[in-house]
């Protein structure tokens, strides 16, 4: 056996499993205010209070959720651009109007998603952001982020990457996701820092 399992380690699948196991066992209470305490902490980030445009997503299911933070940065007039699931899993941008501003998409073979109704903006448009808010399963201490696998978000951030941009990257998580050892792999980006309920992660 060779790879991250051979040194005791827990592979990428199998953490993602354990991980979302958990989440399917939030309640709705759970989640809602995991939300409030999130949103708080997130809007204390120096990254975000001085960002003209951010980059962020809606939470669907048991993901740490996000709705409440997206109405606090539209509120103070940040403007919010929000991703729609393109065919070949890359994600196009639009800008987050507001709550009615958004729609229920179900896209094949997958679940349904909420997605902004306005104008697309094209996949570059992330390039602008001085902010990436990104969803993901755990992070650790080295900043390196475990997704879910789609590859949409590897796609984003190697855009990023080759257009030279260098926008803060967070990720959204519970207090429990944040932990020793996260698989990395050669095309994985790490992250300034991690929001959780509780507080702020700070990597190097």
């Known amino acids: ?12 699948r199998t953490l993602r499993r354990g991980l979302l196991a958990v989440r399917s ?25 001085g960002a003209d445009t951010v980059a962020a997503y809606v939470s669907v299911g048991g993901e740490p959720g996000t709705r409440v933070l997206l109405d606090a940065l539209h509120a103070r007039g940040t403007r919010v651009l929000l991703p729609v699931l393109l065919a070949d899993n890359d994600l196009d941008w ?19 998603l909420l997605e902004p109704a306005g104008a697309r903006l094209g996949p570059a448009a992330v390039l602008e952001a001085d902010a990436v808010l990104l969803p993901g399963l755990a992070v650790d201490g080295h900043g390196t982020r475990l997704g879910r696998g789609g590859g949409s978000y590897d796609r984003v951030l190697a855009r990023l990457e080759r257009a ?17 050892h996260v698989p990395a792999e050669a ?15 700070r990597f190097r």
């Open 1 to 12: 056996m060779s790879g991250p399992e051979a040194c005791g380690q827990p592979t990428k």
């Open 25 to 49: 066992g939030l309640t709705g209470d759970d989640v809602r205010k995991a939300a409030v305490a999130l949103a708080q902490r997130a809007l204390e980030l120096t990254e975000l209070a």
């Open 94 to 112: 639009a800008a987050y109007d507001g709550e009615g501003s958004l729609v229920r998409v179900r896209h094949q073979g997958r679940i349904e």
């Open 164 to 180: 030279g941009a260098d926008p803060a990257l967070v990720v959204l998580l519970y207090d429990s996701e944040v932990l020793a």
């Open 187 to 201: 095309h994985d980006h790490p992250v300034r820092a991690a929001v959780t309920p509780s507080g702020v992660h």
